[in-house]
């Protein structure tokens, strides 16, 4: 050997016990019961459970072709799936949960007897494996709503990822974790047999609300337990604790802890950018509940996108990116200064980071509002290719209904693999593909606590101005701060400030006038106007609100006539 190489053993342990003794399993009681009857063989495996951060990342870099970056993150990769696979999502159909489910596309049916087949295959998968690791944690930092989550995986990068986005739990916690509410065994190495009955493929992400297991075959895309965890939050929050789970993301002002505002948004509308005030605090990235006691986030870490990332466009997101301790995900990078290629997406469109929530500096933690404070202001963003929606519109109650049951934004290119035009998209409640309940129920529930709080609505629109995509141009992200920051400081709540108007069409109140903010831009119709494209304004506005009301329809019979009539109106 060559002197100055580094053995693959470490000669010397701090515990002073050998490196087989380490490896000994050493499970008593409840915990040994609970993986023997799982089907582990403990004689032959080795589970690592709640590895240390150090540990997951030597055994990620020694097993799985894992490196180091520059500044201490742990880059891996996935594999040929880079993103979710939402047409191998499953629900099983069984008796405790089947009237509740809103089936079809979203939720596609598995007989029981299917999934247990999966389960055999996952666990048969898992124990040829020479190490499998366990991540105990909670969803939800609301004490009286918190889920205990016990995942179980064949990749270190896998634990480190779930680690980061689950509530750690202090060492006391662990001691008495006991028995998990909800399991996922994730076997994604391993593929589904697709010519078992319900398969259509090599992949399978399921769920089991009567066994409250979750089980992943064929996909290493460390995104699909962070979203089953969410899908599991979507059906338990509002039917066991009458709490309503948002896709959304939280902050608070650093001086008023009343000062709550939540931020809706699909991929590529700002969220996670707009939420990372550094004049507030942040509560969380992406997934929340709205209790009877106010906010809280579900999640322990945030998982942001890497493409274009930069210190100087998104500091306290890039700051945390590169740390030690976080994970980017299929991100490229110098093989000789291992620094992250933010701008490569060579590999995947959907290059990723998790850490920590305590990775960005103003966190709040406890990651929830204070007892009994409630959103002062909800905030949907839309990304409008179409260059209609005004910049900001002050919504009534009814119209923020129907704006979160629409969800709309557009997608352009480089929010997703394959989108070169943009492409109007409308998903219900901005969380269509993670909801286990019928949209009707969460919008109910979300009207009902916007009237009981009296929040404030706005719909802000994050994209094109003065024309459609590539004839107008994007609004600036310093004229949207703008606009989020009147309306923190109150200035948008003011009608003698602001000289609302209508928007006709869409019938949006809308200002005359926002600080640091061109009124030129404010008003759609001026805006095309300027570049003398009345008409073509005209023609587009009328498209934009015809995919309004095609896309409405389909919930006109489960809602209230009052929120129907509350969109747009040709």
Known sequence: MDPHSTPHGTPYIWNDHSTE???????????LEFFSDAGFDLDRLYIRRNAPVAQLYED??????????????????????TGRSPRDKRIVYEETSKDDIWWGPVNIKMDEHTFEINRERAIDYLNTRQMVYVVDGYAGWGPEYRIKIRVVCARAYH???????????????????????????????????????????????EINFKRMEMVILGTEYAGEMK????????????????????????????????????FFGLSGTGKTTLSADPTRRLIGDDEHVWSADGIFNIEGGCYAKCASLTASSQPSIHA????????????VYDPTSREPQFDDTSITENTRVAYPVEFVENALIPAMSEHGKHPRNVIFLTCDAFGILPPVSRLTPE??????????????????????????????????????????????????????????????????????????????LG?????????????????????????????????????????????????????????????????????????????????DEKISDAGPRL
């Open 159 to 205: 634990a480190l990822f779930m680690r980061n986005m689950l509530i750690r739990p202090s060492p006391e916690e662990l001691q008495n974790f006991g028995e998990p509410d909800f399991i996922i065994y994730n076997a994604g190495e391993f593929p589904a047999n697709r010519f078992t009955q319900g398969m259509t493929s090599q992949t399978s992400v």
């Open 21 to 31: 003794e380490a490896l000994g399993n050493s499970f008593i009681g409840q915990d």
């Open 227 to 262: 979203k089953g965890v969410f899908s599991i939050m979507h059906y338990l929050q509002p039917s066991q604790f009458n709490a309503l789970s948002l896709h959304a993301a939280a902050n608070v002002g650093a001086e008023d802890d009343g000062d709550v505002t939540l």
């Open 479 to 559: 004229h949207t701060r703008a606009i989020i920051d009147a309306i923190h400081n109150g200035t948008l709540s003011s009608d003698e400030s602001s000289h609302w108007h209508n928007y006709p069409v869409f019938n949006l109140s809308i200002p005359s006038s926002v600080p640091g903010v061109p009124d030129g831009i404010l008003d759609p119709g001026k805006a095309w106007a300027q570049h003398g494209d009345e008409e073509a304004f005209e023609r587009q506005r009328a498209k934009l609100a015809g995919l309004f009301g095609k896309a409405f329809k389909m919930f006109e019979d489960d809602v």
């Open 60 to 81: 990620a870099i020694l097993n799985e072709g894992a490196v180091i970056g520059a500044d201490g993150a742990l880059i891996n990769f996935s594999g040929a799936k």
């Open 399 to 476: 119209q923020a209904v129907y704006h979160f049951i629409a969800g709309y934004t557009s997608k352009t290119p480089g929010t997703e693999e394959g989108v070169l035009e943009p492409v109007p998209t409308f998903s219900t409640c901005y969380s269509a593909p993670f909801l286990t309940l019928h949209p009707s129920r969460y919008a109910s529930m979300f009207e009902d606590l916007v009237r009981e709080h009296n929040t404030a609505c706005w719909l802000v629109n994050t994209g094109w101005v003065g024309g459609k995509y590539g004839v107008g141009s994007r609004i600036s």
């Open 320 to 331: 945390a990116a590169i740390r030690f301790g976080s994970v980017l995900e299929n991100v």
